[in-house]
């Protein structure tokens, strides 16, 4: 009973990798946004496997069909459901799985907690599963637009193990991100980047790093005191996504180092409006957007799916080893920009209808 | 509408800093627990201002009255609803507040939101909120135990702005953490780390920091995939604390220079149990616990009240300066850690509850 | 856990009958609302008990207290708690109650649901639970106010035992209902009413009743399908009441011997507004409200509490007799009539601001 | 934002008439459920169109498809998406709707709320929006029969307009029910309904009446006070069906006329178990069952849909007149009572399950 998300605009998902398909449930989002099916697909295939070289070879063509909730090209205020079919399916690379628990996965805690599980290829634990959520993503970024006119949420890769990027988070556009296959805009890491990748899948191993994304042009008022804070809401929606492993916002960690005078953002009057001088809040205070940049960086482990042999245990608790078959990605990082971003789009339109329904002028 | 927190054991704070009083409302407690207010009282006493040298002078009883759901020491299954009065006010020490904007305060933000604010102490932004969630974390952690007799909640302060403390989480008792008014179970850092926030405060500035915690012995199987994963409940509860900017989740930031080769933790059997060699994981794989320690990481900011001047603008746009009148914590992560006990106390028991829901042997 | 009602207005209610006090937390409620304690003390006076000699005669004077959530006399848009004290204990009038089950009561079902009670004076299940509700009503009725001018909900007593009112559910007005302890407007039915509720009193019995409630002037588009209908959450609302039996929206039971061309609303136009020529619907249509009268009934039972001996069992089951001591109800009506309004004013509220989330212009 | 019902057990449903199909997802349901397509469409056979010589004439054949959640005839756990596609499209029959308000429908109130709607068929408020209830319920039974193998929820038609049946609720079984197209046991009073059905369908007019439900063998200890009592959960999943005015618990509104004395149930022991001897109540006392029948009534309005000509008004607001054309029910209840188990059944679900999760011997 976890796979609802949002007070107002509420997405429910649904699907395993293996199976009738994988979609979404939107209830709550306002009528009359115009959306179309290429709208979504834009973003769905962002995160499609088989994009590049760097990702995994698997093709899935993932073409979304939106079942209810849009008519004539316009949202009714009724729940729209997105369906994307489930394709190129091979149970072979999977069959090790049924008795095998592979480290790092979800296999041995879905078998914990629900005493079976679909062993096919992740089951409801495959990053499958965020299509329902670039999907819902993708229409919650036409509200944004629709109530903010300037609003721009953009996240991209900012490390990938070693190598870091240099990024002027208020400038970055989608084009400069995805002008590469790894979604890193500073061109010189992103080649260093790319080319480590390839270096590690062919030494059977896998690699992490961190997504930063920044939300411009979001109003002053987002942000529910005292547990649905702003930032509150983008930790559990980033946390929520697999592989992550952190989340800083503003400052992040690097906060605990730095003395109040110097972390504290000084108001100041900018073209009549209130600003701050600085911005190591990372555009929230008190739980509530200030109207400043809202940025945030997300840690992602390195894929838990290796081709090298790992000890292991069946589900029969024998000890045994175990190498990946199939087909995957040696970093998940490329493919996650969309998540990121579509989990943003989500907090950020939830928290918008949350705001007008107490105040007439958001 | 954001000051309801949990699924099942559903808590729901009020109170500002100045008024009639702060409290919880505990809904879906399960019956028959033992609770008394000394069970309450103990925890509260932790996150008491005016406890130590190095807290805030400020002299607040906060003594707890239970209102209900509670018969002859007994836990009926109905709300339990708990109250501190507010005292010690000195609205002079305020007076300024009225009109000018705290810098990375959440004055400003909450004027933008709602249009007005108790500006008196911070209202409901102030610290003092978090006396419910203490109340509330004290009722979770009876409810805990009787479920699982050997569960165990404790954490400490890690890291006070540049001094680092070297903890064995896998030993360190409520006991070493309590016995320094920092919190912190290293005793050399510990002495480094209360004389950094003296001498802070005497130069009129503040710290941060990093509290680390762990959850030991608790059953595999809790988490609700994929919205309610574990971690990200927990990134929620921690986010949704004053002050905080960053989590981690076992190994955190760490996790992005690893490779999956050495990153994953391999599954052995141990004494008749599946368990991990490593736990870079922090207890918790694909949103669900496995049973091995859950531990992370939650980055303080440095206090954003300083008693130096700042540059900040009126409520009514003028830019001007604003010194901290009043008493206020150097440094609040000595009083956090009560605070995140209680936080993960009440994830961990939502959950728990959450899992029994479906699962008979739960 | 079903101590909260509402989705955007939200409130939870807490406290038993006897033990420190009665009491809501409301969650969500707009800021720069007026509201005094005054404004909540005049409902909680209306359900009081020991008002007049047709109710119960424990002397209860139901004083509340704002804890929160309101600042110089406006909502701060953060919690509202208020505590009404618990005071005129007698517990040697329930002293019987710990060991036997009282017929129609709760002692049995709350005794199998939770294993535990607090048996004095009927704990969680007593109707001084709904001091809470009327409370958050208070509030709920200001905030409506703030948003629809003209908005206005009444009810009263449309009929006790075989005694009916002829009413005029248009143009009936507060004063009209108040002007008689059984707070029927219809004078003459209100006297007979009065007699045989005195009668029954004596005979040591007791007498149930319908209640009627309309609001005018509320606006169309209340209401979210499917599950969320607005005459499904008032029916929710109202069955959720202590001594409820049934509840009809509109036409009620008699539309199912009408025709469906005797039953249609007609649309017509008046003064400019799509309007209906009759109004069997009772003001929504599909779940929605469509701007005519909203108007409903309740069917209360006559109080379980008797003087009369009943036949019943002990906790350690064995058959006996149980005569009711202590003083209470023999009609409980004219005590609901606020609650039947609070109800209602907390259902258009929270529909009210859920339909402002979605539509700039509602 | 209304299409999710229940806390635990919570199914989300969507779809309109016209569109890519209906469906619902089912989040919380415990895993290891035995459950396979033909289980849901034996339901929605049910309540299928064209089943009868009394119910539309629209063909649709309204085959289920499980999406996910479902492994090997086993639920996992996950949600359980459940779709069925819409068909036998017609747009000439609605033509006329795009223009005109058809009285007591649901096209002027969606007009007014959402300023957008889908005129096809009713879109969102058409009775077909119901497949997703009753397949969801189809899995609620499941999980019931799991929990409490002897409990058996039945609903049947107890009047038609003023043609009433006479049923014994504690003995009758669903192959009485289904034995007539009007699905209601009294074989007598089927006979006069039919009839009465053809010639007011002839008659170009419609009806309504009363489907009576009863659950036998629930369990004590269900239903959560003070809001969720188990008799307001069902009182709102009846109003939330289409063409419903009323609802009532046991004896309902015949209750307001019984004097205290005559209406408590007495309790006395019988087999070693507590028992009522009467059963006023509905089996539900307090918010709770006492393990006795929990039996209602639910009243439906005549089909609002005629053929024949009625006023109503265009959306540009010119009075004008309509005659239904297309297909349509002259009386819904014998396609309702699977609706009405339907719903029953979600509301027993979920409170087994918030049951369960407080109580280890539930």
């Known amino acids: 009973m976890g796979s609802t998300f949002g007070q107002l ?9 293996h199976g009738g398909g994988i979609g979404v449930v939107i209830d709550g989002c306002p009528p009359k946004i115009d959306i179309s099916e290429a709208d979504i697909q834009r973003e769905l295939d962002r995160r499609r496997p088989g994009q590049s070289k760097i990702t995994t070879r698997r093709k899935e063509e993932d073409r979304c069909e939106i079942l209810s909730g849009v008519f004539e090209g316009k949202t009714l205020g009724t729940p729209i459901a997105i369906l994307v079919r489930n394709k190129d399916a091979r149970p072979e690379d999977y069959v090790d799985l049924a008795k095998k628990f592979r ?10 907690k629900y005493g079976i599980r679909n062993w096919q290829g992740g089951g409801r634990a495959s990053a499958r599963e965020t299509i329902g959520r670039v999907a819902a993503g993708a229409v919650a970024r036409k509200v944004l637009g629709a109530l903010y006119a300037k609003i721009d949420i953009v996240a991209y890769v900012a490390q990938i193990a070693e190598v870091m990027a240099t990024v002027d988070k208020s400038k970055v556009k989608v084009r400069d991100i995805d002008a590469n296959i790894v979604r890193c805009p500073d061109a010189v890491a992103a080649k260093r980047m790319i080319s480590l990748i390839e270096k590690t899948r062919e030494a059977g191993d896998s690699l992490g790093g961190v997504i930063e994304c920044v939300a411009r042009n979001a109003p002053a008022g ?6 649905d804070k702003l930032e509150a809401d983008l930790a559990k929606a980033m946390l929520s996504l697999p592989a992550t492993k952190g989340f800083e916002i503003g400052s992040g960690f690097s906060a605990t180092r730095m003395r109040g005078s110097e972390h504290n953002d000084a108001f100041e009057m900018r073209r009549g409006r209130v600003r701050t001088s600085t911005n190591y809040s990372g555009g929230i205070q008190g739980g509530i957007s200030n109207g400043e940049e809202i940025y945030f960086r997300v840690a992602f482990k390195p894929t838990a799916t290796i081709a090298r042999e790992q000890k292991t245990v069946t589900q029969s608790h024998d000890e045994t080893e175990l190498a990946a078959r199939g087909r995957h990605d040696p970093c998940v990082l490329p493919r996650a920009v969309p998540m990121v971003e579509a989990m943003a789009a989500l907090v950020l339109c939830d928290h918008a209808l949350r705001q007008r329904a107490i105040n007439r002028n958001a």
Do not use: K, Q
């Open 9 to 17: 605009f509420r997405i429910t998902t649904f699907g395993e990798s």
């Open 103 to 112: 480290p790092s996965h979800a296999d041995f805690t879905y078998e914990a």
């Open 222 to 227: 987002l942000g529910e005191p005292v547990f």
